[in-house]
């Protein structure tokens, strides 16, 4: 192994200063050594990929499809992401500058925030929120200006929206709104998404649509902000939730032209490109797998409703998730609310492994995130071990 030169050790971005560690994934690799443990806590879905997405990947292979893919994306799949967003979110975006496939929905969220973001420009994040936003916004030089949203439900409301703004001053750039929401699971209906489309316009910011999960609501179907405010809206999704492709590392990102040049642009600069087989099983996925997250979105409300029950029996109290696959709930009041304190002590006497809540921002202490993108089994065999872990007290 080399030694480091000593005098190497100092040579690092000073930003990275400002940036924890990824904290969902270090408590999740803090707890994964408890012999037993169940882990709810990543959202990582326990389903295979489909097996018509898999066969296009090896065909892809097999085929010798192994060279450098065009930067944006293979013109055929930003055919298919241009016409999956036609047919869901009625906006027509040209596959030959609007569309640039990602290396998942992460890299989509890195370029935007490395390509149009300056130091000292702020961007709106409301909280409970995916801890990632944070740090790729804080690592562009930016910072992130949170809304705290427990006070009303864990849901952005126009007029918050627009006293934040107000509050904010002209560095706001950006908004980044999540929905359906990680860790909350909440989303907005379309009168909801209307009034803060109205704010948005008025105040030419941009917009950050984060929809990797619109293909998981239980109780209402998806609306998007692209539909409404398309030439100030990026829209950021991906194949990672919706057919289970975490691993194969495909998102992408659609917006006007005159925005999207700078994302390709910095995107080009950092990965060139996405891997040829990933690209292929997401052409398939999006032409002939519309279907496929419709089996996966049953498993996963039977599990959100069987967790509900479970745990509001036990004294959590849980804003009802409309989409997503996590469940935030609130730890009973006689467990305080040092959340980081509760997870890690379920984890050791209970071998239920769920994420501390303060890790997604402001108004989250005192929950945890538990993820149900796990299999039927370990949700049930968790339940009756938080369940007896709860009863003790
Ligand atoms: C809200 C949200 N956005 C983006 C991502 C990243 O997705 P990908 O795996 O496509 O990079 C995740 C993953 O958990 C997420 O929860």
Same mark, same amino acid.
């Given at each position: 192994m080399p030694e480091t030169l000593a005098t190497?050790?100092?040579?690092?971005?000073?930003?990275?200063?400002?940036?924890?560690?990824?904290?969902?994934?270090?408590?999740?690799?803090?707890?994964?050594?408890?012999?037993?443990?169940?882990?709810?806590?990543?959202?990582?879905?326990?389903?295979?990929?489909?097996e018509h997405v898999k066969a296009a990947a090896i065909k892809s292979i097999e085929e010798n499809d192994s060279h450098y893919a065009p930067a944006s994306?293979?013109?055929?799949?930003?055919?298919?992401?241009?016409? =999956?967003?036609?047919?869901?979110?009625?906006?027509? =975006?040209?596959?030959?500058?609007?569309?640039?496939?990602?290396?998942?929905?992460?890299?989509?969220?890195?370029?935007?925030? =490395?390509?149009?973001?300056?130091?000292?420009?702020?961007?709106?994040?409301?909280?409970?929120?995916?801890?990632?936003?944070?740090?790729?916004?804080?690592?562009?030089?930016?910072?992130?200006?949170?809304?705290?949203?427990?006070s009303d439900g864990f849901q952005l409301t126009a007029k918050r929206l627009e006293n934040e703004i107000e509050a904010a001053g002209d560095q706001v750039k950006a908004?980044?709104?999540?929905?359906p929401n990680n860790p909350t699971g909440r989303t907005f209906t379309k009168t909801e998404l209307e009034d803060l489309a109205a704010v948005l316009k008025k105040h030419e910011l941009l917009v950050i649509a984060d929809e990797i999960y619109s293909d998981l609501t239980y109780d209402q179907d998806h609306y998007s902000l692209a539909?409404?405010?398309?030439?100030?809206?990026?829209?950021?999704?991906?194949?990672?939730?919706?057919?289970?492709?975490?691993?194969?590392?495909?998102?992408?990102?659609?917006?006007?032209?005159g925005i999207m040049r700078s994302v390709a642009q910095?995107?080009?600069?950092?990965?060139?490109?996405?891997?040829?087989?990933?690209?292929?099983?997401?052409?398939?996925?999006?032409?002939?797998?519309?279907?496929?997250?419709?089996?996966?979105?049953?498993?996963?409300?039977?599990?959100?409703?069987?967790?509900?029950?479970?745990?509001t029996k036990m004294g959590f109290q849980i804003a009802t998730p409309q989409g997503a696959f996590y469940v935030f709930a609130k730890i009973p009041d006689q467990f305080g609310k040092d959340d980081f304190k509760f997870a890690l002590d379920v984890a050791e006497q209970a071998q239920v492994g769920l994420i501390p809540g303060s890790v997604f921002g402001a108004g989250s202490d005192g929950y945890v995130r538990l993820s149900y993108a796990a299999s039927d089994d370990n949700i049930k065999v968790a339940m009756e071990r938080l369940a007896t872990y709860m009863e003790k007290f």
């Open positions: 190497l050790t100092n040579l690092r971005n000073q930003l990275l200063d400002t940036v924890a560690p990824s904290a969902i994934r270090s408590f999740d690799n803090q707890i994964s050594s408890i012999p037993g443990i169940i882990k709810l806590t990543l959202g990582e879905p326990d389903f295979n990929v489909p994306g293979k013109p055929e799949l930003r055919q298919a992401i241009s016409d =999956y967003l036609k047919d869901s979110r009625g906006v027509t =975006y040209n596959p030959a500058d609007e569309v640039l496939v990602t290396v998942g929905a992460t890299e989509s969220l890195a370029s935007i925030t =490395y390509g149009l973001l300056n130091p000292g420009d702020k961007v709106l994040v409301p909280t409970p929120a995916f801890s990632l936003y944070f740090a790729l916004i804080k690592m562009a030089g930016a910072e992130p200006v949170m809304i705290d949203t427990s908004v980044l709104l999540n929905y539909t409404l405010l398309p030439e100030q809206t990026l829209l950021v999704s991906g194949l990672s939730k919706s057919h289970a492709m975490t691993g194969y590392r495909m998102g992408y990102v659609a917006g006007p032209a910095i995107h080009s600069y950092l990965v060139v490109c996405v891997n040829d087989a990933t690209q292929a099983a997401a052409v398939e996925a999006l032409n002939n797998g519309r279907e496929d997250p419709l089996v996966f979105k049953k498993a996963y409300k039977k599990r959100r409703d069987y967790i509900i029950e479970k745990m």
